[in-house]
């Protein structure tokens, strides 16, 4: 078997997963020269924020969207071809992407609560099994359960679990963001969980409506992961998630501001809509029976 043969069959086999258990994962994807600047540009950013924001993220460490402090390597990475051919390999072929962050914990810090992303549950789509927000998750040093790998319950995009009755939206700022209170059912181990654990250069495919989480960080290293939400098959969802996914990027200033800068490398990515129809409102709770 040939080496383009083996890889199809690998990207089938990704895509069914994605799609039942609702992530996979790329192997390298990213190289090491690539992997140093995006480790540059993270720390540079975290230099830039304001202390209270780190008091307030304990449990993330923090999040820190690419338009707040502009970059050219976050930029690049966005649009990276390597990304972007994964995207391909899973019949995805014009993504547009959304939001993204740097999420960083430094060493000796508590874990990442449970949460899933979703935000169209008041929308029919949301209990479908139709492609809609996906995260690109770049881990900048390799994870173990040490270190704040991921943690994911496969299929939970997609069939109820216990996790999605409390009663708390995925970031809120509350005690479990500030990690105060640890004994929190968001922080305990659950049923069905498994890690995630990858090398820095892979990447983490999933689906917003996936329940996650990270183990904390015992080590004397920062792990940070760098996280782009896209919307894969853009084309072809409805009008009024077209409406929600504009109207929510267009509104912040700072988003618009780093389009201009960057339009001659992102045009392709940008999601456009002019038509007239009314988004859906914006809903984090999981309506799945
Ligand atoms: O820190 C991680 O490993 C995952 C980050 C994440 O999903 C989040 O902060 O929402």
């Given at each position: 078997m040939n080496r383009d043969t083996q890889q199809y069959i690998s990207a089938k086999e990704k895509r069914a997963q994605l799609?039942?258990?609702?992530?996979?994962?790329?192997?390298?994807?990213l190289d090491l020269e690539m992997i140093?600047?995006?480790n540059t540009m993270s720390e540079w950013t975290i230099t830039q924020e304001d202390p209270v924001h780190f008091?307030?993220?304990?449990?993330?460490?923090?999040?820190?969207?690419?338009?707040?402090?502009?970059?050219?390597?976050?930029a690049k990475l966005i649009v990276h071809p390597h990304a972007l051919s994964v995207f391909a390999r899973l019949?995805?072929?014009?993504?547009?992407?959304?939001s993204g962050f740097v999420i960083s914990k430094p060493p000796h810090t508590p874990p990442l609560y449970w949460h899933q992303d979703g935000?169209?549950?008041?929308?029919?789509?949301s209990i479908t099994d139709k492609p809609q927000q996906y995260f690109l998750m770049y881990y900048l040093v390799d994870t173990n359960r040490y270190n704040g790998c991921l943690r994911v319950i496969p299929g939970s995009h997609l069939k109820r679990h216990t996790l999605h009755d409390l009663d708390r939206k995925a970031h809120e700022l509350d005690e479990v963001q500030r990690a105060s209170n640890m004994k929190h059912p968001a922080f305990q181990q659950v049923e069905?969980?498994?890690?995630?654990?990858?090398?820095?250069?892979?990447?983490?495919i999933g689906d917003s409506r996936l329940l996650h989480s990270a183990h904390a960080n015992q080590t004397d290293k920062r792990r940070t992961v760098l996280t782009i939400w896209y919307w894969p098959a853009y084309a072809s969802l409805p009008e009024e998630v077209k409406k929600l996914i504009i109207?929510?990027?267009?509104?912040?200033?700072?988003?618009?501001?780093?389009?201009?800068?960057?339009?001659?490398?992102t045009q392709s990515l940008i999601p456009i809509y002019e038509g007239e129809a009314k988004a859906p409102s914006w809903c984090n709770t999981c309506t799945l029976r």
């Open positions: 799609m039942t258990k609702g992530f996979c994962v790329f192997e390298n994807v140093a600047s995006l008091e307030e993220h304990r449990s993330q460490g923090c999040i820190i969207p690419y338009y707040k402090f502009p970059h050219p390597t976050f019949g995805f072929d014009d993504p547009k992407v959304w935000v169209l549950w008041n929308h029919p789509i069905g969980e498994i890690d995630v654990p990858v090398k820095a250069g892979d990447v983490i109207d929510h990027i267009t509104v912040k200033r700072e988003w618009v501001s780093w389009i201009k800068k960057t339009r001659s490398i």
